[in-house]
C-alpha cells in the first residue's frame, strides 16, 4: 500500500476530498460557536407534561399496526415513553463504542494537529451526549434497556479489530438515522419539552461528527487497500443488520401491557415501520452507495437489515 500525506490532492466519486486539517479547522470553528452544556441548557426540574409525546408517533415502531389501532392513547404515550428510554439506551452504548474507535483513530495521529483536536473535541460532545441521554431516561421514570448480550460482546470486537474506514462507517450508521429521526422531534411541539431539548442539542451537534467521518470515511475508501475496503463493505452491512435487530429492544412492549411475540412480529411486517427506518437511512446509503460500500455481500446485508430497499 502506497503510503498518502495530507497534502496530496484526493479525488472520488463524489470530487475533490478536501484536506483533513482544513476539514478539522472549520469543525472545530463550528464547535466553538455551537456547542453546549446540556445540565445548563435544559431545564431538568420542570415537571413533565400530561399528554405529551416522548417521540413523535409516527416514528413509534407499532405505528399504524392492528395492534396501535387497538391501543389506548395512554397506551400509546407510555410507548412513547419506553421507546425513547430504548433509544436513549442505545445511544449510550453506541457513543462509548464509538469513543473508543476514535481515540483508537488518533493514537498514532500527530497529536498538535487539528484533525486529532477535533476528534477529542467531539469525544467530549459524546460524554456530554451519554449523559444527556442517560439523565433524559431516569427523568423520564422508564428503565434502561441495554442490548442483548450477544451482541454487547461482539462490540468488545468490533472495538478491537475494527480497522479505520470500517469504524467511520459504523459511525454514520449509528449518527444518521437517528438524525433523521431527531431533526422531526425537536420541531415537533406534541413532543415534551424537555425531548424537544435534547434531540436539538444532539442534531446540531452531531452534524459536526457527520461531517468528519463522511469526509474521513471518503479518504479511507480511496486510499485503503482492497482488502480493507471489501472488509468495510462487510462489516458495515452486519453492523446495519445489528443495529436494525436492536433499535427498539422487545421488552419494551411487555413493559407497556403488549404482547411481547405479536408485538415484534407486527413491527417486521408493518410497511409503514419498513419505510420509516428506510427513509431513515435514505440519505446514508446514497452516500455509501456513491463511494462504493454497498457492494456484493455488504449490500445484500443491508437488505435484509431492512434499512435498504
Not at 477535533?118 to 423520564?140: N, P, V, W
Not at 442534531?203 to 485503503?224: D, I, K, N
Not at 421488552?251 to 411475540?261: A, I
Amino acid at each position: 500500500m502506497t503510503t498518502v500525506t495530507d497534502s496530496e490532492v484526493l479525488r472520488d466519486a463524489l470530487g475533490l476530498l478536501r484536506n483533513r486539517e482544513e476539514v478539522a479547522e472549520r469543525l472545530l470553528a463550528s464547535s466553538a460557536k455551537h456547542s453546549f452544556d446540556p445540565d445548563k441548557e435544559l431545564d431538568w426540574d420542570a415537571p413533565l407534561e400530561d399528554g405529551k409525546w416522548f417521540w413523535p408517533p409516527e416514528l413509534l415502531s407499532l405505528y399504524d399496526t392492528p395492534m396501535w389501532r387497538k391501543m389506548s392513547e395512554d397506551q400509546r404515550l407510555e410507548l412513547s415513553r419506553h421507546e425513547a428510554a430504548s433509544l436513549g439506551s442505545l445511544g449510550i452504548w453506541f457513543e462509548i463504542i464509538l469513543m473508543q474507535l476514535l481515540v483508537r483513530h488518533i493514537y498514532d495521529k500527530p497529536v498538535t494537529s487539528n484533525h486529532v483536536r477535533y476528534a477529542l473535541t467531539e469525544i467530549a460532545d459524546e460524554c456530554r451526549h451519554s449523559m444527556m441521554f442517560a439523565r433524559m431516561i431516569q427523568k423520564g421514570g422508564a428503565p434502561t434497556y441495554p442490548v442483548p448480550r450477544l451482541y454487547h460482546n461482539l462490540a468488545r470486537v468490533l472495538k478491537t479489530v475494527s480497522t479505520t474506514p470500517g469504524s467511520f462507517a459504523a459511525t454514520l450508521l449509528g449518527e444518521e438515522i437517528l438524525d433523521w429521526m431527531q431533526r422531526l422531534t425537536f420541531p415537533d411541539d406534541r413532543v415534551q419539552t424537555l425531548m424537544r431539548g435534547v434531540t436539538r442539542i444532539h442534531v446540531v451537534e452531531e452534524a459536526r461528527h457527520v461531517r468528519y467521518a463522511r469526509e474521513e470515511l471518503r479518504r479511507q475508501m480511496v486510499t485503503a487497500p482492497a482488502w480493507e475496503r471489501e472488509l468495510t463493505r462487510v462489516s458495515c452491512g452486519e453492523a446495519a443488520r445489528v443495529f436494525s435487530t436492536c433499535f427498539v429492544n422487545p421488552q419494551v412492549y411487555e413493559n407497556v401491557g403488549l404482547d411481547r411475540r405479536e408485538a415484534v412480529a407486527q413491527v417486521k411486517a408493518s410497511g409503514h415501520r419498513r419505510e420509516v427506518m428506510q427513509n431513515g437511512a435514505r440519505r446514508l446509503t446514497d452516500f455509501l452507495d456513491d463511494i462504493g460500500v454497498l457492494r456484493g455481500v455488504g449490500r445484500r446485508l443491508w437488505q435484509s437489515s431492512g434499512l435498504l430497499a
